[in-house]
């Protein structure tokens, strides 16, 4: 069964840059696309990007300046580094594993997400 | 970018109802519409993909229709653990995913 698990700091200082790691457990990084997505207290959700196992990203355009995720396939991680945060960035972060089917690919696996909170 | 419309944004049923939860696409994304539910605390997880789907271990009481930008999520009998917020997210996209702004289902 494949679990993922994000970790990190719950609280970072605005201006300063969150970093979160999502640990592959149960199944290989490889053959797959690796999404965050993030959910601020009492809102939807909102897609960050996804990198592929290759290497392979593609960014939300709003975020595209300050956002940037690395896939480690030695460690079956992944991680997220968003920079220049503020209070709008509060969210829960969610790790989710794509598969593709057909062209379509969804959301299969998810982490538990981690709330991470911007303050000072 | 390619915008997700979902219809009610609430809405309250019976345990038994059946439910229908809309999504339309800003632009055709032909069956690349995916189903989430969410409950409160909890990570999403995927009920239907490309727009009809089950996913595995997901009762048959859900089910998803629709094509090109209009697409359905049916409940066909309410379960009292289905009481959930619903989103749809398209992946026809592959520059933006983009999630609709969730169907919160509350017992009536």
């Known amino acids: 069964q494949v679990q993922l698990q994000e970790s990190g700091p719950g609280l970072v200082k605005p201006s300063e840059t969150l970093s979160l790691t999502c640990t592959v457990s149960?199944?290989?990084?490889?053959?797959?696309?690796w999404n965050w997505i993030r959910q601020p207290p009492g809102k939807g959700l909102e897609w960050i990007g996804y990198?592929?196992?290759?290497?392979?990203?593609n960014y939300n355009p709003s975020l595209k300046s300050r956002v940037s995720i690395v896939v480690d396939t030695s460690k079956n991680q992944f991680s997220l580094k968003l920079s220049s945060v503020t209070a709008a960035d509060t969210a829960v972060y969610y790790c989710?594993?794509?598969?593709?089917?057909?062209?379509?690919?969804?959301?299969?696996?998810w982490g538990q997400g981690t709330l991470v909170t911007v303050s000072s | 970018d390619i915008q997700m419309t979902q219809s009610p944004s609430s809405l309250s049923a019976s345990v038994g109802d059946r439910v229908t939860i809309t999504c339309r696409a800003s632009?055709?994304?032909?069956?690349?519409l995916n189903w989430y539910q969410q409950k409160p605390g909890k990570a999403p997880e995927l009920l239907i993909y490309?727009?009809?789907s089950l996913q595995s271990g997901v009762p048959s009481r859900f089910s998803g229709s629709g094509s090109g930008t209009d697409f359905t999520l049916t409940i066909s009998s309410l379960q009292p653990e289905d009481f959930a917020t619903y989103y749809c997210?398209?992946?026809?996209?592959?520059?933006?995913?983009?999630f609709g702004q969730g169907t919160k289902l509350e017992i009536k």
């Open positions: 997210q398209q992946s026809f996209s592959t520059l933006m995913y983009t």
């Open positions: 989710a594993r794509d598969s593709c089917s057909g062209g379509n690919c969804y959301s299969d696996y």
């Open positions: 490309a727009a009809s």
């Open positions: 632009q055709s994304i032909n069956n690349y």
């Open positions: 990198i592929h196992y290759s290497g392979s990203s």
């Open positions: 149960g199944g290989s990084i490889s053959s797959y696309y």
